[in-house]
Nanobody, 121 residues
Framework: QVQLVESGGGLVQAGGSLRLSCAAS????????MGWYRQAPGKQRELVAG???????NYADSVKGRFTISRDNAKNTVYLQMNSLKPEDTAVYLC???????????????WGKGTLVAVSS
């Protein structure tokens, strides 16, 4: 069984910072891309940031220059440093990993349950 567990969400004032973590555990052979998505009430889920196993990153335009994604491959963990937070960043943030549980397996998508980030004005 594979689990992704997020932590680090909370309530913060506009302009503040938070750091999210997501640890993957269980039967894992290799992890390809990892990423953070978010879903605000009444809106579609959107990609916030992604990072490949080699460290290449991509960001949504709305968070470029404010958020930084990183990963620790030894710990199967991905992080999201969020600075200069805005009320419009309020959402449930979900971790995603494309990983293979066994050798020769194709990668599959796994999701965490999410952590709430609320930014007050």
């Amino acid at each position: 069984q594979v689990q992704l567990v997020e932590s680090g969400g909370g309530l913060v004032q506009a302009g503040g910072s938070l750091r999210l973590s997501c640890a993957a555990s269980g039967s894992i052979f290799s992890i390809n891309a990892m990423g953070w998505y978010r879903q605000a009430p009444g809106k579609q889920r959107e990609l916030v940031a992604g990072i490949t196993s080699g460290g290449s990153t991509n960001y949504a335009d709305s968070v470029k220059g404010r958020f930084t994604i990183s990963r620790d491959n030894a710990k199967n963990t991905v992080y999201l440093q969020m600075n200069s937070l805005k009320p419009e960043d309020t959402a449930v943030y979900l971790c995603n990993a494309d990983l293979a549980a066994m050798p020769f397996d194709d990668g599959m998508d796994y999701w965490g349950k999410g952590t709430l980030v609320a930014v007050s004005s």
